[in-house]
Antibody
Framework: QVQLQESGPGLVKPSETLSLTCTVS??????????WSWIRQPPGKGLEWIGY???????DYNPSLKSRVTISVDPSNNQFSLKLSSVTAADTAVYFC?????????????WGQGTLVTVSS | EIMLTQSPGTLSLSPGERATLSCRAS???????LAWYQQKPGQAPRLLIY???SRATGIPDRFSGSGSGTDFTLTISRLEPEDFAVYYC?????????FGQGTKVEIK
């Protein structure tokens, strides 16, 4: 059974960089057919895709966040990470990591439980 | 950028009733990339339907998906107490993912 677990600070100051890590168990971030993704959800609002990284290292990001986002992968620790720079209160959200299956059919099949990140001084 | 518009925003129904949720895309999307998720408070979304009409593993057959092109529908044939939740449609086109804004199914 694949499991994903987010970790990182729950409080970040405005203008600083938000950093989260997703640790994957029961599967490998080096496997093909999967896009390792970050999605966020502001309190009481809907889901917003942030970006993904493929096992090859290729990435793509939501255009609205692209200038501030970096997603990287660490195969040796079976983790992938999110960095979001210059955060503001609008970046306060529950951040989910998720695996996107991509092989003739396409869907997010496994999600982390989510971690709340609050941007506040 | 493709937008997904879900309607209604809130659906107030009683257990045992039928729920029909709509997801409309701003341009045609491949059914292969259209999925539906259920989210309960404090939980991560759960995959219900992929490929517009295929149920995910363990999803009861009261959930069904249909549609093509720009119009997709999630139907819950008879609402059970555990089905009251928020439902999101989702699509992937040109390396970009988009979620609808969600439909909340609440107890009437």
């Amino acid at each position: 059974q694949v499991q994903l677990q987010e970790s990182g600070p729950g409080l970040v100051k405005p203008s600083e960089t938000l950093s989260l890590t997703c640790t994957v168990s029961g599967g490998s971030v080096s496997s093909g057919s999967y896009y390792w993704s970050w999605i966020r959800q502001p309190p009481g609002k809907g889901l917003e895709w942030i970006g993904y990284i493929y096992y090859s290292g290729s990435t793509d990001y939501n255009p609205s966040l692209k200038s501030r986002v970096t997603i990287s992968v660490d195969p040796s620790n079976n983790q992938f990470s999110l960095k979001l720079s210059s955060v503001t209160a609008a970046d306060t959200a529950v951040y989910f990591c998720a695996r996107y299956y991509s092989n003739s059919l396409y869907y997010f099949d496994y999600w982390g439980q989510g971690t709340l990140v609050t941007v506040s001084s | 950028e493709i937008m997904l518009t879900q309607s209604p925003g809130t659906l107030s129904l009683s257990p045992g009733e039928r729920a029909t949720l709509s997801c409309r895309a701003s341009q045609s999307v491949s059914s292969s990339y259209l999925a539906w998720y259920q989210q309960k408070p404090g939980q991560a979304p759960r995959l219900l339907i992929y490929g517009a009409s295929s149920r995910a593993t363990g999803i009861p057959d009261r959930f069904s998906g249909s549609g093509s092109g720009t119009d997709f529908t999630l139907t819950i044939s008879r609402l059970e107490p555990e089905d009251f939740a928020v439902y999101y449609c989702h699509q992937y086109v040109n390396s970009q993912w988009t979620f609808g804004q969600g439909t909340k199914v609440e107890i009437k």
